[in-house]
């Protein structure tokens, strides 16, 4: 298996751009999470989805940020429009279901918003 | 709500030197117990996991935590580190709510 699949794997953008982030999850996970990493506020869950249906999007910033699942095998984060402060890495992650697995993160994506 | 919290946020060893990491959480229910890494410039990837059973947890690269049930505390261990241990490490829970909370992470730099 080749494991969480995110792109792209760096984005350089300028302020007011919309960005679109990635991510291909696990065949067979019907959990899916995207989290943002900063150095100021560590690793931060933005939206969580079961089975395709987002559950907790409490953690996504403001409405500059949405989130899709359109399909068990895909998902995309948009920031539209992009500030510097958006600036961070952000990761996908997908579980199988229940909580007592593991994540599987991906490699993540390193946006810098100028 | 649960919560975790990681008590060292950056920790400095040399070669050979014992580690031991602190983690507290606070759920009164049921939960589900994890330690991640993540390398430098790396994703986070599961070092071990506590789900039920005996309470002390081997992962791998050497690497044991105890859970403690009395205390909330699942500390991780490791009798001598290596250089290539490296890295940030993060303490996570999951109880009723099937999200995992994550606590904010402890940077280790092992010096050779």
């Known amino acids: 298996d080749a494991g969480v699949i995110q792109s792209p794997r760096h984005e350089v953008t300028e302020m007011g751009q919309e960005v679109t982030l990635r991510c291909k999850p696990i065949?067979?996970?019907?959990?899916l999470f995207w989290y943002r990493q900063t150095m100021m506020r560590g690793l931060e869950l933005l939206i969580y989805?079961?089975?395709?249906?987002?559950?907790?999007d409490s953690g996504m910033p403001e409405d500059r940020f949405s989130a899709k699942m359109p399909n068990a095998s895909f998902s995309t984060l948009k920031i539209q429009p992009s500030e510097p402060r958006d600036s961070a890495v952000y990761f996908c992650?997908?579980?199988?279901?229940?909580?007592?697995?593991?994540?599987?993160f991906g490699p993540g994506t390193r946006l810098t918003v100028t | 709500a649960q919560s975790v919290s990681q008590h060292n946020h950056h920790v400095i060893l040399s070669e050979a030197a014992s580690l031991e990491l602190g983690c507290n959480y606070s759920y009164g229910g049921t939960v589900n117990l994890f330690w991640y890494v993540q390398y430098p410039g790396q994703h986070l990837q599961l070092l071990l996991k506590?789900?039920?059973?005996?309470?002390l947890v081997k992962g791998i690269k050497g690497f044991e935590a105890e859970f403690i049930k009395s205390k909330f505390s699942f500390n991780l261990r490791k009798p001598s580190v290596q250089w290539s241990d490296t890295a940030e490490y993060f303490c996570?829970?999951?109880?009723?709510?099937?999200?995992?909370?994550f606590g904010r992470g402890t940077s280790l730099i092992v010096h050779p």
């Open positions: 992650a997908s579980r199988p279901g229940s909580s007592s697995y593991e994540q599987y």
């Open positions: 996570a829970v999951s109880g009723g709510s099937y999200i995992p909370t």
């Open positions: 065949s067979g996970h019907n959990s």
């Open positions: 506590y789900f039920s059973g005996d309470p």
């Open positions: 989805f079961n089975n395709n249906v987002p559950i907790d």
